[in-house]
C-alpha cells in the first residue's frame, strides 16, 4: 500500500506562483510515475503532469510552459512548481502513483492517490 501526502496549495494572486510537494511511503517510490491531476467545482478531474522514473516529463495543455513536475527519488517526493498562475487553474491538486510503471493522462490508470490541496488563484 502507498500513501500519498500533499502540501503547499493555498491563495496566490493572477500571475503568482506556488509548489506544491507530495511524499510517499514505500520503498519502490523511484519505479512508480507519479502524476498530477486537478479538479475544479462542477468539472470532471483534468490530468496536469506526469514524470516517469527516468525523469521523462509530460504535461497537460493548459499547464504547458508554466508549470514544472519533477521529483527526488532520495526523499520519495514529486514537486509542482506552478508558475504564472491563472483564475483558471483554480482547483484541488490531487497526487497520484502508478505502480506500474506505465503511467498515463487517464486517471484511471492510477492506483494511489493523495487526499488533494486546494489551489486558488485570485485577486
Known amino acids: 500500500q502507498v500513501q500519498l501526502v500533499e502540501s503547499g496549495g493555498g491563495l496566490v494572486q493572477p500571475g503568482g506562483s506556488l509548489r506544491l510537494s507530495c511524499v510517499a511511503s514505500?520503498?519502490?517510490?523511484?519505479?512508480?510515475?507519479m502524476g498530477w491531476f486537478r479538479q475544479a467545482p462542477g468539472k470532471e478531474r483534468e490530468f496536469v503532469a506526469a514524470?516517469?522514473?527516468?525523469?521523462?516529463?509530460y504535461y497537460g495543455n493548459s499547464v504547458k510552459g508554466r508549470f514544472t513536475i519533477s521529483r527526488d527519488n532520495a526523499k520519495n517526493t514529486v514537486y509542482l512548481q506552478m508558475n504564472s498562475l491563472k483564475p483558471e487553474d483554480t482547483a484541488v491538486y490531487y497526487c497520484?502513483?502508478?505502480?506500474?510503471?506505465?503511467?498515463?493522462?487517464?486517471?484511471?490508470?492510477?492506483?494511489?492517490w493523495g487526499q488533494g490541496t486546494q489551489v486558488t488563484v485570485s485577486l
Open positions: 514524470i516517469w522514473n527516468g525523469g521523462n516529463t
Open positions: 497520484a502513483a502508478d505502480q506500474y510503471g506505465l503511467g498515463s493522462t487517464d486517471s484511471q490508470r492510477y492506483q494511489y
Open positions: 514505500g520503498r519502490t517510490f523511484s519505479r512508480y510515475v
